[in-house]
């Protein structure tokens, strides 16, 4: 389960709508709508605190690091970025749909695919027009 639906789901076993939640959190409204619709993703991990310590669970129950992974490749390759990396997150976890790994040996996999992607990034970039690239490249 991703972090916005681990959020509208304890925010709504709570009770709690999502412009309560903003004020508590001190946070805008659309963040939490964004948030919550996987739109968007806590830049700062005092985020993740804030929002678990408001609905009682523990921060590492709604952050996960698939999370990262995507907001990292926005950060990075943008638009693009994010959406190869929520779909490279989304076909390996189709992968697992069987159950048949330990949680474990799922997230050492994980972990290896978002290192390939990293990689596979970086030696890419060669091939990118030159007028296309970033300054610092």
Do not use: C
């Not at 523990?58 to 390759?77: G, R």
């Not at 596979?120 to 490249?137: F, G, L, M, S």
């Amino acid at each position: 389960m991703k972090f916005g639906e681990k959020l509208r789901k304890r925010r709504t076993e709570l009770g709690i709508t999502q412009a309560e939640l903003a004020k508590k959190a001190g946070l805008g409204t659309n963040t939490i709508i964004n948030y919550e619709k996987g739109k968007t993703y806590p830049q700062d991990r005092k985020v993740y605190s804030t929002l678990a310590g408001i609905l009682g669970v523990d921060a590492t129950y709604l952050h996960n690091e698939d999370d990262d992974f995507i907001a990292e490749a926005q950060k990075q390759y943008g638009s693009r970025g994010k959406r190869q990396a929520m779909e490279l997150v989304e076909d390996l976890g189709g992968l697992f749909a069987g159950g048949e790994l330990s949680e474990e040996d799922r997230d050492g996999v994980m972990q290896a695919m978002m290192e390939i992607y990293w990689d596979a990034k970086k030696k890419n970039k060669k091939y990118t027009p030159k007028k296309y690239r970033k300054p610092t490249e």
